[in-house]
């Protein structure tokens, strides 16, 4: 892996189109020659020719090309064109900037204008992606001394044509005894590195990486090039493979790793058609299938193609964390005294840094593989593992083997470390990084990098599980307690907190495996808990944890939680306190850790109001259930009492109510009710009557949306689109009849922020205006979305599922998985009253790029469907109309973005 490769030749095919490139070919013809020579190129990579002679190999030819067209002009003696960067490297890949500088010694550079100008416009001319400067010596100095990236640039060059000198003479001006010594360069691109990890989210695990720029990618691996350039004068790391900075197998590690990357890298600019580094959805499928991945019962190809990727980058990050810190102590700390505090006969801290106290401590000692991240948990004042420790823990990370995994005082370390005050994520993590938890927990190890390909889970499934230990460890901060007041509360006071890291490493293991990966997961946790000697109530309660994780969040988003037959079946689930309070802090870290731009106030105060309310049922005995109509009748008598302080009688409210069922008072809280009754009183006979409100079970969660009609149809559709057009995003629905033609409808909503906007009189009277205008006009079509499908929903879009089935209370249940877009809900709408069906609620669940949509609907008659050949017909046409819609609405975005632009 040289900084700068040899010089190497041409291959014969692309040697004889270098032939063509006489300065007095044409332009046309040298075009045609280099078109020929990049398709030959491209050929050889889809016939699975090595990367890295393919971008040597283009270099060398550019090499030519730009030769031939600077022999097109006159130059004398004091000028050179140098090629730097990544091409100075000899590296160059489809669509890669062919970085230039055009060197003189001391003259201005006015007497080559014309000739620099033309040579450029001949470059251009090719179509070639030119980067390119023009400086004398001492521009160079200068620009250099200034910038660290131009130092750097110029640590990496090669002479193409004219004085070769001026390249030395450059090289010895702007050496690190002039400019940038050692220890102030390994600063400034330690620096430079933390601050690009900063941007990438300091992890290796985006969605959709940069392969260049992001934690693990080729820049780390050149950050280390650079570094070890800069101190030790080498120009490729491999002749350091045998020292102290890098093992043989280290340097194989790292070349295999840029390989696979510089593969990658080379077929994004394929696919793109431009220096496209990052690794976008359409792009990780398509060359997924190009590096022959299929698709298996288990695992879409796409994801096991970013496996490869994730664990790849995390080869690169793992040496980059040991190599920087190896140069660290050579270039910063090297000479100086030591702190050494010993902690035990097998480690002691040197500079705050863990070290073991003999190279074959992990061989005497293999226990020390567990113990060594047990003190890093246990002592925040230790920074970070020394090198050597870090390599002694990768090169013996094969002695955890199954006699390591049955060792009871291995079980007794690593039930430690989850006991340890702080750090327990990062720790984890590191674990994780260099091989060690994969190896101790075999059923941890296979799902590292494992993706889920949905914008739903915006980490791979390892990432995803240390986030919900960070969250969990976080829940018991003071600085979480105000966003998420009760969670924290209860999760401070939960008796064991280890069992809830351990349900949390647990709950998502079996995922990719095929089958329910909760019950394969609970299988695995018992297993886990029995063998670190839980007792039995302890294995019980991990267990059940694991396999109802996604209980309460389903039911929270899925279930109608004012229900009270709903929450009385919930908490017979629970069974007592512990398992509400244990599974709710579980849920809550989840939710948190599963995508957290998903979690907004309304989905806080849903899980709140669930747990709440499964905490009374619980105290009050689960032999002591809520009587439905006594529930129902307390809210309507509230409800009245609080509409006679305010002077409206009985006889008017019922009035308003008229036909009403009793799903108004069951639902709807009674402040809500009067509030809305009173807005009817205050504003009879307008039609339709639109109030709005902040509503929530603690603060604002959601604004409500009051509409009240008479005479008006298709409400629904209608004011789902109006609100849509708003880009507002509707959680809730609800939708009463009190007959004679009347409609009152509740509509939960949130802006395109996930907060309530009732408190923004300017947004109050737009969304007024926008209800008003079409609801009262008798000829208005349902407007059309103005929102088109991301690009990335595009590339993940799968098809419509309905599930239909009639529950307890005697309306039917439509429950529609289906990718999220502009215009669903007035959509939906639309086809219930096309088939004569009244809705009377809706669920809003919008999971990533997908929507788990429940309507509870009757027939007009107020009856339920029974017919399952009419059930059949209807989960068809919604499946069908929705899927061709979504096909239309990615030809409409299509269509858009290959529009060219007006001047």
Partial sequence: MPLRQPGLDCSPVTADLAARLDPAASLPACRKAVQEA??????????????????????????????????????????????????????????????????????????????????????????????????????????????????????????????????????????????????????AKRDEQRERHERHGNTEYNLEPNIKEAPGGLRDIQTIHWIAHRHFGITSLETLANGDLLTREEYSQLRESEEFLWRVRYGLHLLAGRAEECLYFDHQRRLAEKFGYRDTPQSLAVEQFMQRYYRTV??????????????????????????????????????????????????????????????????????????????QILSNQWRIDAEFRNDPRNHALFVRLLECKGNLSNQLQRMTRYGILGSYLPEFGRIVGQMQHDLFHVYPVDAH????????????????????????????????????????????????????????????????????????????LVTWLVEHHLLMSATSQREDIDDPDVIHRFARLMGDQIHLDYLFTLTVADMNATNPTLWNQWKGALMRQLYLATRDALARGLENPVNRLEWIESSRTEALELLAAEGISEARCRAIWGEIGDDFFLKEKASAISRCTRQVWEQEGKNPLIYLENAGVEDATATRVFVYTSGIDNVFSKIAAALDLLN???????????????????????????????DNTQRVRQVTRALRDILTDPMAALPKPNRRVSRQFKQLTTGTAAFINNDEHGQTRIMVLTPDRPGLLAHLGRIFLECRLTVHSAKIATLGERVEDSFYVTRAD??????????????????????????????????????????
């Fill in 38 to 187: 990049c398709e030959s190129f491209d050929l050889r990579y889809r016939g699975g020719e090595p990367v890295r002679l393919l971008v040597a190999e283009r270099a060398a030819f550019m090499d030519q090309v730009v030769a031939a067209m600077w022999g097109r002009f006159t130059w004398d003696d004091d000028i050179a064109l140098i090629a730097v960067g990544g091409y100075g490297r000899g590296e160059l890949h489809p669509h890669s900037d062919i970085d230039l500088l055009i060197l003189t010694r001391r003259r201005k550079l006015d007497r080559y204008r014309d000739s620099i100008a033309g040579f450029l416009a001949a470059l251009w001319d090719l179509q070639f992606n030119i980067g390119h400067s023009a400086r004398t010596l001492s521009d160079c100095v200068r620009v250099a001394r200034a910038d660290i990236t131009v130092a750097t640039n110029l640590m990496e060059t090669r002479t193409i044509a004219g004085n070769r000198a001026l390249e030395q003479a450059m090289l010895a001006k702007t050496g690190p005894d002039k400019i940038w010594p050692s220890q102030r360069f390994f600063r």
């Fill in 314 to 391: 995390m080869t690169v990050r793992r040496l980059n964390d040991m190599l920087l810190q190896y140069l660290d102590e050579e270039i910063l700390h090297r000479g100086r005294g030591a702190r050494i505090t010993r902690l035990n006969d097998r480690f002691q801290i040197r500079n705050d840094h863990l070290e073991t106290t003999a190279p074959d401590m992990f061989e005497r000692e293999p226990s020390a593989l567990l113990e060594v991240f047990v003190l890093l948990g246990e002592d925040p004042e230790i920074l970070d593992l020394r090198s050597t420790t870090i390599r």
């Fill in 465 to 540: 599980t240390i986030q919900v230990v960070r969250n969990m460890r976080r829940l018991a901060n003071q600085s979480e307690a105000e966003r998420f007041p009760i969670a924290s509360h209860v999760c401070k006071n939960l008796p064991k907190p280890e069992l809830l890291y351990v349900a949390g490493l647990y709950h998502d293991i079996a995922k990719g495996r095929g089958g329910d990966h909760s019950q394969l997961g609970a299988t695995d946790a018992a297993l886990f808990a029995r063998r670190h000697d839980f007792n039995e109530q302890e294995v019980r």
């Fill in 728 to 758: 507002l995003n509707v959680v809730d629905a609800r939708l009463y009849a009190p007959g004679e033609g009347r409609t009152l409808n509740l509509f939960y909503a949130l802006d395109d922020c996930g907060q309530a906007f009732a």
């Fill in 862 to 903: 107020g009856l339920p469907l029974c017919d399952q050949d009419l059930c059949e017909q209807l989960r068809t046409r919604i499946c069908a109309e929705l899927d061709q819609r979504n096909r239309e609405e990615i030809a409409a975005t299509d269509a858009l973005r290959e529009m060219p632009l007006r001047a």
